[in-house]
């Protein structure tokens, strides 16, 4: 740099030094035109195809809400003790992890931090799991086994926490089914029902007091599910309860099958 003064006026002058030969071919990225038959242009072709599957899932997602109503909850009852809440359906699946021996008790740690731990760090790392420029799921093993071990653990768990919590709940305590009605009340069955302190958390009329209700039991379980409940309890009925016969629990449980909904 040169500084040079004329009268009251300075002129810089910058030299510079590259170590960039001038005559370096420039990295351009190859033209599409130069893979015939491997790619396409964004537009319209790619974008196109784009849209066309958004809107394919755009019409089933709508079909599904138009056809299938939104389930509903139950309405806030703090006196209600035989409520079982359960997470959002997003969470279910580790909700039914923590319901395993081996990832609850004294080995919730398990359930809480090292499996989801091993599947966020698979998920982190799977652009290094599997670097293969395949796009074929069948020449890329590792990253198509993480994702199909991991999509069927989460539907398997979630469906077994939708179901068991559906079998958990016959009815909602204190309401009553629509075309319900108590079968032969002046039966052996409902004697049975009454004297074994039953009626207690179930209701006199099966709606439901401390416990859930009956009525239209027989729609949703079979006689070898009620004798199993009976024998072995579920949610806040311990097991045991039933003092009565072997002969006594077969009327009443063929009693309750009679507990449907018409």
């Given at each position: 740099m040169a500084n040079n003064q004329e009268g009251n006026h300075k002129q810089v002058h910058y030299v510079g030094d590259s170590h960039v030969r001038a005559d370096r071919s420039k990295l351009y990225p190859k033209d599409y035109d130069e893979f015939p038959g491997k790619t396409e242009p964004f537009l319209p072709n790619f974008l196109l195809k784009e849209w066309m599957v958004a809107v394919v899932f755009l019409v089933g997602f709508m079909t599904l809400v138009m056809a299938e109503e939104p389930p509903l909850g139950e309405f806030a009852d703090p006196t209600n003790t035989s409520f079982l809440p359960v997470p959002d359906w997003y969470f279910l699946f580790l909700y039914q992890l923590l319901k395993h021996k081996w990832a609850a008790g004294d080995f919730v740690v398990v359930g809480t931090?090292?499996?989801?731990?091993?599947?966020?760090?698979?998920?982190?790392?799977?652009?290094?799991?599997?670097?293969?420029?395949?796009?074929?799921?069948?020449?890329?093993?590792?990253?198509?086994?993480?994702?199909?071990?991991?999509?069927?653990?989460?539907?398997?768990?979630?469906?077994?926490?939708?179901?068991?919590?559906?079998?958990?709940?016959?009815?909602?305590?204190?309401?009553?089914?629509?075309?319900?009605?108590?079968?032969?009340?002046?039966?052996?069955?409902?004697?049975?029902?009454?004297?074994?302190?039953?009626?207690?958390?179930?209701?006199?009329?099966?709606?439901?007091?401390?416990?859930?209700?009956?009525?239209?039991?027989?729609?949703?379980?079979?006689?070898?599910?009620?004798?199993?409940?009976?024998?072995?309890?579920?949610?806040?009925?311990?097991?045991?309860?039933?003092?009565?016969?072997?002969?006594?629990e077969k009327i009443l449980v063929e009693w309750l099958t009679k507990q449907t909904q018409k």
């Open positions: 931090m090292i499996v989801p731990g091993i599947a966020f760090m698979a998920l982190l790392f799977a652009p290094w799991l599997d670097r293969s420029k395949e796009r074929r799921p069948l020449k890329r093993p590792v990253a198509t086994g993480i994702m199909i071990i991991t999509l069927v653990a989460i539907s398997a768990l979630t469906w077994a926490a939708e179901y068991e919590h559906e079998q958990q709940l016959l009815s909602a305590p204190g309401e009553t089914p629509e075309n319900t009605e108590i079968a032969a009340k002046d039966s052996k069955g409902y004697d049975i029902y009454a004297k074994n302190a039953c009626i207690k958390c179930h209701g006199e009329n099966l709606e439901g007091t401390n416990g859930p209700g009956l009525l239209g039991v027989g729609n949703k379980l079979s006689a070898d599910e009620i004798s199993k409940i009976i024998a072995e309890g579920r949610g806040t009925m311990p097991a045991g309860m039933f003092q009565g016969s072997p002969a006594e």
